[in-house]
Nanobody, 124 residues
Framework: VQLQASGGGLVQAGGSLRLSCAASGRTFRRYGMGWFRQAPGKEREFVAALSGSGSSTYYADSVTGRFTISRDNTKNTMDLQMNSLKPEDTAVYYC??????????????????WGRGTLVTVSS
């Protein structure tokens, strides 16, 4: 599966952005999905994960209550709605897919496919 993330940009603290991830292929629903991010000078970190059906979600503590992950299996897309953004959310955001569509994972090495990132910059 090929992935392409989009929707990044510059936003003020407290604002919102919606990231999207478009996937190729006809078996999108068979993949568990996730969002990760990497800030300048820092390691890549987990943001959110979603089961193949979209019924189960998992969030990093730092984004719980502010971010919402979702997917539309009819359109082969996954979104990340980001609200109440903070300067520390500034990073390149990546979408990723893994072959296990049931178990949620926050571990980047458990993901098989990665898209190019999209930059999110939150100004203070």
């Amino acid at each position: 599966v090929q992935l392409q993330a989009s929707g990044g940009g510059l936003v003020q603290a407290g604002g919102s952005l919606r990231l999207s991830c478009a996937a190729s292929g006809r078996t999108f629903r068979r993949y568990g999905m996730g969002w990760f991010r990497q800030a300048p000078g820092k390691e890549r970190e987990f943001v959110a994960a979603l089961s193949g059906s979209g019924s189960s979600t998992y969030y990093a503590d730092s984004v719980t209550g502010r971010f919402t992950i979702s997917r539309d299996n009819t359109k082969n897309t996954m979104d990340l709605q980001m609200n109440s953004l903070k300067p520390e959310d500034t990073a390149v955001y990546y979408c990723a897919a893994r072959g296990d569509r049931f178990q949620l994972s926050g571990l980047d090495y458990e993901y098989d496919y990665w898209g190019r990132g999209t930059l999110v910059t939150v100004s203070s």
